[in-house]
């Protein structure tokens, strides 16, 4: 991939993008608004816990990237943005919620202190396939429907492609961004001016041009080896160039499982 082509591609980026949804969310204003339109809450203040935020709980155990991860007083947020359907989000979720409880409290406190958490997927698809533009989840009794758990966790998925069911104007409207659309919306027009402004910094568009320019360069030399030893090769190389970079396992996993329609156990085997 040559320069100027990699320099359109970054270009063309658009919000559902995770690296540049990433970038856009460090906005603190931008992030901590768009927290409470989606899920109708009122939030003073967020503190980020990091910007793609890897959690791991012993040496051998799975690890987990989160695209945005924050928190506010006794709450704690994770955001991230799907594109790909893989069909697993519900168990995902649990385990992404679970991997953040053991991140918030230390061996031997008190589960008093486990703070109040939502895992948020922002889809370009219908993970539920019922037409509607937002799912939530708690968990509550099933004898009696009206008694909630009280365990203070939600998890709540967004249908971008179904932004015209939203029945709040502000989501729906973002929504239709997310899925490729326009709005007039004051919001939707702070968050494109901080695309255009992400755009421009040089840094990351140099990691990410980087990145893309350096993936394609072992693609090719795959392809030129032969389709078999070069997909072998190519894997390889495509982890030993991440890892380079410093890029977090669970992306590695998760970007080569994509790139190469790996299963997760064929995945792993490369890291």
């Known amino acids: ?24 969310m460090r906005d603190k204003k931008i992030c901590r608004m768009l927290l409470e339109k989606l899920l109708q809450i009122e939030i003073k203040d967020i503190v980020y816990l990091e910007e793609q935020k890897t ?7 799975k690890s987990v990237r989160l695209d945005v991860y924050l928190e506010e007083g006794d709450r704690v947020f994770d955001l991230e943005m799907q594109t790909t359907n893989k069909r697993n989000l519900p168990k995902r979720s649990r385990y992404y919620q679970g991997m953040i409880d053991l991140n918030t409290i230390e061996k031997g406190e008190s589960y008093k202190k486990l703070k109040e958490s939502y895992v948020v997927f922002i889809c370009t698809f219908d993970p539920f396939y019922q037409g509607k533009a937002q799912y939530t989840f708690e968990n509550l009794c099933l004898e009696n429907k009206g008694l909630r758990l009280g365990d203070g966790t939600r998890k709540v998925f967004f249908n971008a492609n179904g932004y015209i069911h939203a029945e709040n104007e502000e989501v729906r409207e973002f929504l239709k961004y997310v899925n490729g659309g326009t709005s007039k919306h004051p919001f939707i027009k702070a968050i494109e001016d901080k695309v255009v402004q992400v755009k421009t910094n040089k840094e990351w568009r140099l990691e990410y041009m980087t990145l893309l320019m350096r993936e394609e360069e072992i693609r090719e030399e795959g392809r030129e080896e032969g389709r078999e ?16 970079l410093n890029i977090p396992l669970q992306t590695i996993l998760v970007k080569i499982q994509e790139q190469y329609n790996l299963s997760s156990e064929a995945a792993e085997k490369y890291l």
């Open 55 to 61: 959690l791991a709980i012993g040496k051998d155990a």
């Open 1 to 24: 991939m040559e320069t100027a082509e990699a320099m359109e591609t970054w270009e063309k980026l658009e919000i559902k993008d995770d690296f540049l949804f990433a970038k856009v």
């Open 229 to 244: 030893e070069g997909r072998e090769e190519g894997i390889k190389g495509t982890v030993s160039v991440l890892k380079e």
